[in-house]
């Protein structure tokens, strides 16, 4: 049962336009949501987070949005770069759970020139 | 300062045989995390360490695989009698510990484990 899910498994995108990458989960528990970044032979990188209590957080380029009623968050980078391109995935967690995570499967983004 | 360090890199065996994964976390992390990706999915969660104890042994898929850590320091993931199902790439996360919920964990670059 895939509790967190990011149906597209691949984006494209111009650069300089919004990349918006999305994520849905069934687990009404949850309370803390992240998006972390991959590029090919290494560890994901942690982008930015969210917590259950706010709808929205932003850090430089990139803004995720919760809406707790839908169990959906999104990721938006605003401008795209070339550099932005890796795998995105999508993680959640809930109190108690000693901040184990539980992923979505990823979206390939690829920022084109 | 240095990141979270996995060894080896590469892993090929062959089925049947015992394989470890050696983890070393950031510094003064009490928390440690396992994690695979097999090929087309999601990170799963393995195993959790809170210093040397595992409070969180929900993900290990059977009694073939298992996790030790020591000095709450490095951790070692072991695989017995390894199987083709195995192949996959073994993420090692650590974080400061422990605060619940709310605390971003900091990836490995992973082994990548081949069963023949």
């Known amino acids: 049962d895939q509790q967190v899910k990011q149906n597209s498994p691949s984006l494209s995108v111009q650069e300089g336009r919004i990349s918006i990458l999305n994520c849905d989960y069934t687990?009404?528990?949850?309370?803390?949501f992240l998006w972390y970044k991959k590029y090919p032979a290494e560890g994901p990188t942690f982008l930015i987070s969210?917590?259950?209590?706010?709808d929205k957080n932003e850090d430089g380029r990139f803004t995720v949005f919760l809406n707790k009623s839908a169990k959906h968050l999104s990721l938006h980078i605003v401008p795209s770069q070339p550099g932005d391109s890796a795998v995105y995935f999508c993680?959640?967690?809930?109190?108690?759970?000693?901040?184990?995570?539980?992923f979505g499967t990823g979206t390939r983004l690829q920022v084109t020139l | 300062g240095a990141g979270v360090s996995q060894s080896p890199s590469n892993k090929v065996t062959e089925k049947g045989k015992d394989v470890e994964l050696r983890c070393d976390p950031i510094?003064?992390?009490?928390?440690l995390y396992w994690y695979r990706q097999s090929l087309g999915q999601g990170l799963e969660f393995l195993i959790y360490?809170?210093?040397?104890?595992?409070?969180?042994k929900s993900g290990l898929p059977s009694d073939r695989f298992s996790a030790e850590r020591t000095g709450g320091s490095v951790s070692t993931l072991t695989i017995q009698r390894t199987q083709q199902e195995d192949s996959a790439v073994y993420l090692c996360?650590?974080?400061?510990?422990?605060?619940?919920?709310?605390?971003?964990?900091?990836f490995g670059p992973g082994t990548r484990l081949l069963v023949l």
């Open positions: 996360a650590s974080s400061p510990g422990p605060r619940e919920g709310r605390e971003t964990q900091y």
């Open positions: 687990n009404s528990m949850f309370d803390y």
């Open positions: 969210i917590s259950s209590i706010k």
């Open positions: 993680a959640a967690s809930y109190t108690g759970t000693a901040s184990k995570l539980t």
């Open positions: 510094s003064g992390h009490t928390a």
């Open positions: 360490f809170q210093g040397n104890s595992a409070p969180d």
